[in-house]
Each structure stands twice: as C-alpha cells, then as structure tokens.
C-alpha cells in the first residue's frame, strides 16, 4: 500500500484547510487510519484516527472540535478537515495505515506541510 497526503498549504489564523490521504495498491477496507503530525523540534504527535471496524473516531485534545476524519473505503481515501486553526497546528502531517489484521502491518505518507501563520 502507498499512501499520498495532500491538502496542506499556508493559511491564515482561524482558516480552514482539508487534507486528503489517497491509497494506491490497495483499498483502505482493511486498516484503521490516523493522521499524525510534526512540529520542528517536537515529537511525532496523534492528531486523530478513524477505526475501520466501526468508524469510531479519535482526537487529541487539542484539536477537537476543531478536526474532523472521514474515510471512503471506496475510493481508497481518507480527509481530515481543520478549521480554527491555530499557529500551533503548523507542522507537516502524515496519514497512517495499520492492519486491522496485524498491528504489525503499518504504512505512512509522505507528509504535508501545513503552516499556520498570518
């Protein structure tokens, strides 16, 4: 499975970005997803995440009710809309796919950046 994040960019304090997570090689049918992000000079961070057995979402706190994850297994794609954002969001992003099958079995995007800045 490879997977592909798009949908970051520069946006202004309070704006709204959707970004998109795109499969190829595979459906998503058999993963759980999350989104995941990196500040520089922090940790990789859960953002949210998205259960394939029964769509059960996820946050981080400081993104709740503000993010919002959703997946079409039928076209292979997971988004993560973001509104309010805040110049702490800035970071690039990274889906993840694991394995409902084998935890084992994970892959990740490549990233895309998102800056938050006036």
């Known amino acids: 499975v490879q997977l592909q994040a798009s949908g970051g960019g520069l946006v202004q304090p309070g704006g709204s970005l959707r970004l998109a997570c795109a499969a190829s090689?595979?459906?998503?049918?058999?993963?759980?997803i999350a989104w995941f992000r990196q500040a520089p000079g922090k940790e990789r961070e859960g953002v949210s995440c998205?259960?394939?057995?029964?769509?059960?979402?996820n946050y981080a706190d400081d993104v709740k009710d503000r993010f919002f994850i959703e997946r079409d297994n039928a076209k292979a794609s997971v988004h993560l809309e973001m509104n309010s954002l805040k110049p702490e969001d800035t970071a690039v992003y990274y889906c993840?796919?694991?394995?409902?099958?084998?935890?084992?079995?994970?892959?990740w995007g490549q990233g895309t950046q998102v800056t938050v800045s006036s």
């Open positions: 998205i259960s394939r057995r029964d769509g059960i979402r």
């Open positions: 993840n796919a694991v394995s409902v099958f084998d935890d084992r079995i994970t892959y």
């Open positions: 090689g595979s459906t998503l049918d058999g993963y759980d």
